[in-house]
């Protein structure tokens, strides 16, 4: 009598009856995508290393099991261990996206640096020193981007946008890296700007003004004020 044979759903490309080595292979080429080998962890590596010694073991045991309930556990244990992936990776992932920073400008803001240094300054007359520097940052930025040193690209963060001026304004790095790590300080609430703190920002907007940037292409296209 013809044994009946559970139709079981697999994956496109998956083997029906694969061997020990072809479901390793399948579950490393799955692990050695980009999404997991950005997390790194060392708890993360240990963790994969448990799994795949489980899926090893319960592999052997398949062997002397019927073909239909071999592939059934098969696909179980491989998605068990894309689960578990997910869950590990996802918050690692959501917590670098978080650490990037917040954008600079709001999405409907199109204010030219003047603008954003006349709001700088009448927050700072109100001792509201946390929006005073933000407003200071984005005064920075936006002088840049009217300069051609940087390009208009919506939604850049504070770390990118120190990523391009220090390039630019090579002698000014520190005071650039501290007001961007400043901004997002201030943004999250970690630690409220202080008067010196926008004295500070206030010295480097003025330093940059006046300096010419490194960049060839910032240089050839600089636009000398009247």
Sequence with gaps: ?????????VWAGVPVQPD?????????EELSKPVYQEAEPSLLERIWT???????????????????LGTILLAVGAAVVIVIAVLLVRPRLNARRKRSGPAVFEQTSRLSAEAH????DEAAAGSNWDEALTERFRAITRSAEERLVLDDQPGRTAGEVADRLQGAFSAFETDISWLA?????????ARPATPSDYERS??????????QPQSARATAQWAAPV
């Design 50 to 68: 448990e799994i795949l010694n489980w899926l090893g073991e319960l592999l052997g045991q398949i062997r002397g099991v019927d073909a239909g």
């Design 117 to 120: 240094r006349a709001l700088a």
């Design 181 to 189: 790590l400043r901004f997002n300080e201030v943004h999250y609430g």
């Design 20 to 28: 020990d080595e072809e479901a390793r292979q399948l579950l490393q």
């Design 1 to 9: 009598m013809q044994k009946n044979v559970i139709d079981w759903p």
């Design 202 to 211: 206030v010295a480097l907007d003025r330093n940059l003004t006046v300096s």
